[in-house]
């Protein structure tokens, strides 16, 4: 297939490179972010990290404001895609679905240094704190739901009824939160592996029946 534009046919391996070229400016908006802090990150200084030309950068996102927002709407929907995966399976137990949702949190890919960076970039630049609500906000609360919902589960399975699903959930992202900044600040002490287990034993520590 071959798309038009004003000037010329855009072939199938020309779209390609378009998505390639993107994704690598992305990636090094990301990079850059994570290495210069908002302020300081310059279009130029992301072409030059992806290695496309600064000329195409412009033309692609117009501004450096759409191109640090478009970096933060990337790790919020890839985020959003992973859990939401995750609670959309089919035939697992409640214990299970939390296992999977601790891991994902967790998992290099999700946690990494850099995307925690420009999480706390944007929530702590005063600036760009209503555009990250913007992006955000909506999903953090669906993400929140949902916990409260499968805590929930676990709850009703266990007959407990001393602790409240709301409390928990919270607790849960709350220690993400913190354990998301242990990760970027201290890596030696807070490896991935390290923060799964603290939170695997809090739910052990809660529900010693089902989480063994």
């Given at each position: 297939?071959?798309?038009?534009?004003?000037?010329?046919?855009?072939?199938?391996?020309?779209?390609?490179?378009?998505?390639?070229?993107?994704?690598?400016?992305?990636?090094?908006?990301?990079?850059?972010?994570?290495?210069?802090?908002l302020?300081?990150?310059?279009?130029?200084?992301?072409?030059?990290?992806?290695?496309?030309?600064?000329?195409?950068?412009?033309?692609?996102?117009?501004?450096?404001?759409?191109?640090?927002?478009?970096?933060?709407?990337?790790?919020?929907?890839?985020?959003?895609?992973?859990?939401?995966?995750?609670?959309?399976?089919?035939?697992?137990?409640?214990?299970?679905?939390?296992?999977?949702?601790?891991?994902?949190?967790?998992?290099?890919?999700?946690?990494?240094?850099?995307?925690?960076?420009v999480?706390?970039?944007?929530?702590?630049?005063?600036?760009?704190?209503?555009s990250?609500?913007?992006?955000?906000?909506?999903?953090?609360?669906?993400?929140?739901?949902?916990?409260?919902?499968l805590?929930?589960?676990?709850?009703?399975?266990?007959?407990?009824?001393?602790?409240?699903?709301?409390?928990?959930?919270?607790?849960?992202?709350?220690?993400?939160?913190?354990?998301?900044?242990?990760?970027?600040?201290?890596?030696?002490?807070?490896?991935?592996?390290?923060?799964?287990?603290?939170?695997?034993?809090?739910?052990?520590?809660?529900?010693?029946?089902?989480?063994?």
């Open positions: 297939m071959r798309l038009v534009t004003k000037n010329k046919y855009i072939s199938s391996s020309e779209q390609v490179e378009l998505s390639t070229n993107h994704q690598k400016l992305i990636d090094a908006t990301i990079e850059t972010i994570a290495k210069r802090g302020g300081e990150t310059t279009i130029s200084h992301v072409s030059q990290a992806a290695k496309v030309s600064q000329g195409y950068a412009n033309f692609r996102f117009k501004s450096k404001e759409n191109l640090l927002l478009s970096s933060l709407k990337f790790i919020s929907d890839e985020y959003k895609k992973s859990w939401s995966k995750i609670f959309e399976e089919q035939n697992i137990s409640p214990e299970e679905r939390v296992l999977k949702i601790i891991e994902n949190d967790f998992s290099s890919k999700i946690a990494s240094r850099n995307k925690i960076a999480w706390i970039a944007f929530y702590s630049e005063v600036k760009f704190r209503p990250y609500l913007s992006i955000c906000q909506h999903q953090e609360e669906i993400y929140s739901e949902q916990m409260e919902k805590i929930q589960e676990i709850l009703d399975k266990n007959k407990e009824k001393a602790l409240s699903a709301k409390e928990i959930s919270e607790t849960y992202l709350s220690m993400v939160d913190g354990l998301w900044q242990r990760i970027l600040f201290d890596p030696k002490t807070y490896s991935h592996e390290f923060c799964k287990k603290l939170v695997n034993n809090y739910f052990k520590t809660l529900f010693p029946k089902t989480f063994s």
